[in-house]
């Protein structure tokens, strides 16, 4: 099974700064979807970037970015100028091109200073 | 774009009793739900997926009989946690992909039990 793994349990990061959040997956597949989700005290859960595998240009969303690195099987978020409202859980995820499933990282709590 | 009403938001109940949660999506029609369960600060685990019209196919150790899913219409699937204890006690959370697969995959908003 695939696994996806966050060492980083816990970031913080001042209001307007760049902070990056670290991910890395292993498989043996090829092609395949690799996710940011992002979960607020509400805890639902919210797409922050999607990046398909085939794609070697990495994905952007406003003010979020990955860097993809396929070889390494790192998938990390860099998130630029910093919003009190960034802060909530980030949870990295993977799942196969043809499958359904998704294999959630376990998160890293991410809290803004002002 | 694509919203999954999942309620209720927070339920408590005794031990032994049986709580449904619903999950219905609004804009779109699900041909696939999937429920998760996620414990306190950890990560979602999938718990089955259903098909709509067809049985759920549950994760190993989920038990089918305990936590029943009925997915008898694209637009809503049902979670029943059948004799509740205390262990069952989590946070329980829908997505459904849609038969297009245009809106991808969308989160509902989550389920609080807990069983006293």
């Known amino acids: 099974a695939q696994t996806v793994t966050q060492s980083q349990p816990e970031m913080s990061v001042q209001e307007a700064e760049t902070v990056t959040l670290s991910c890395t997956y292993d498989t043996s597949e090829s092609d395949y979807y690799l996710f940011w989700y992002k979960q607020p005290p509400s805890r639902q859960m919210i797409l922050v970037i999607r990046q398909e595998a085939y794609k070697q240009q990495n994905a952007t969303e406003n003010r979020f970015s990955v860097n993809f690195q396929k070889a390494a099987k790192s998938f990390s978020l860099k998130i630029s100028d910093s919003q009190l409202g960034d802060a909530a859980m980030y949870f990295c995820?993977?799942?196969?091109?043809?499958?359904?499933?998704?294999?959630f990282g376990t998160g890293t709590s991410l809290t803004v200073i002002p | 774009g694509a919203v999954v009403s999942q309620h209720p938001s927070r339920v408590i109940c005794k031990s032994g009793t049986s709580v449904k949660i619903e999950c219905r999506s609004l804009?779109?029609?699900?041909?696939?739900m999937f429920w998760y369960r996620q414990f306190p600060k950890q990560s979602l685990m999938l718990m089955a997926t259903s098909n709509e019209g067809s049985k759920a196919t549950y994760e190993q150790g989920v038990e089918k009989d305990k936590f029943l899913i009925n997915h008898a219409s694209l637009t809503l699937s049902t979670l029943t946690v059948t004799s509740a204890h205390p262990e069952d006690s989590s946070f329980y959370i829908c997505?459904?992909?849609?038969?297009?697969?245009?809106?991808?995959?969308?989160f509902g908003s989550g389920t609080r039990l807990t069983v006293v």
């Open positions: 995820a993977y799942r196969s091109a043809p499958g359904n499933q998704f294999y």
């Open positions: 997505s459904a992909r849609d038969r297009t697969f245009n809106y991808g995959y969308t």
């Open positions: 804009d779109f029609q699900a041909t696939t």
